[in-house]
């Protein structure tokens, strides 16, 4: 979390020092019987930019190979989710994730997924432009109970979702979400993203009154 809270915040040398820590320290660590959560780390710097797509396929690929070696092998849709959809930061990430997604189904089922994992999906559909499939994630991602849990993936969901929303035609529906975001973080990378869709829609700094007020 202290990742996201830097990258929100554009710094990223503190991003780096953070990676930096962790590698020095990860020798120490072993993998749980649970999972090996070694990648989240990785995965986080690249999301944030700090290491190249080269350097973290070749980090994502050895940890799956290790990973595939371990018995008996569990949660394998946890691994998609963390290796692949988590970090998508652009549609050729999203492409990709969605093109070995087969190989890691069945997904968790929807009453024990996660908010990140519906938020990452939808990421990644809305990415290529799969607005169908990228609504069902993403506005289960926005309506979780764990928003409290998840802050940054809740509000990241809140931008794509508003972002779906506006490719629809649904004006009023983006710039409610939108608002949630600025209303939410005065600052940061999300809200100023969301900012900047408000002032091109030209949506109201306040919620418009009326029965719609609320839909989304």
């Known amino acids: 979390m202290s990742m996201f809270f ?4 554009g710094n990223p040398a503190a991003i780096a020092a953070l990676g930096r820590e962790h590698q020095e320290h990860r020798t120490a660590w072993r ?6 959560h070694e990648i989240i780390p990785q995965s986080a710097l690249y999301f944030a930019g700090i290491t190249t797509r080269e ?16 018995e008996p092998l569990v949660f ?12 998508i930061r652009d549609q050729q990430d999203a492409r990709e994730a ?5 190989e890691y ?23 290529v432009g799969d607005l169908e499939n990228a609504e069902r994630y993403l506005r289960r991602a926005t309506r979780s109970c764990a928003a409290l849990d998840n802050p940054f993936e809740h509000t990241w969901a809140l931008l794509n ?17 939108y608002r949630q975001v600025v209303q939410r973080w005065s600052e940061g990378t999300t809200s100023q993203a969301a900012h900047a869709r408000m002032t091109s829609l030209k949506c109201q700094v306040s919620p418009a009154k009326g029965p ?5």
């Open 161 to 177: 979702y508003g972002k779906l929303l506006e490719q629809k035609g649904d004006v009023g529906g983006a710039c409610n979400l």
């Open 55 to 70: 350097e973290y396929h070749h980090q994502r690929d050895t940890w799956l190979k290790v990973e595939a070696s371990r």
């Open 76 to 87: 394998k849709s946890k691994q998609w989710d963390t290796a692949y959809a988590r970090p």
């Open 31 to 36: 993998p749980g019987s649970y999972f090996n």
């Open 212 to 216: 719609d007020a609320s839909k989304h």
């Open 6 to 9: 830097e990258y929100e915040m």
């Open 98 to 102: 969605l093109a070995v997604l087969p």
């Open 105 to 127: 189904l069945p997904l968790t089922s929807s009453a024990a997924r996660a908010l990140e994992t519906d938020e990452a999906i939808g990421r990644a559909y809305l990415l």
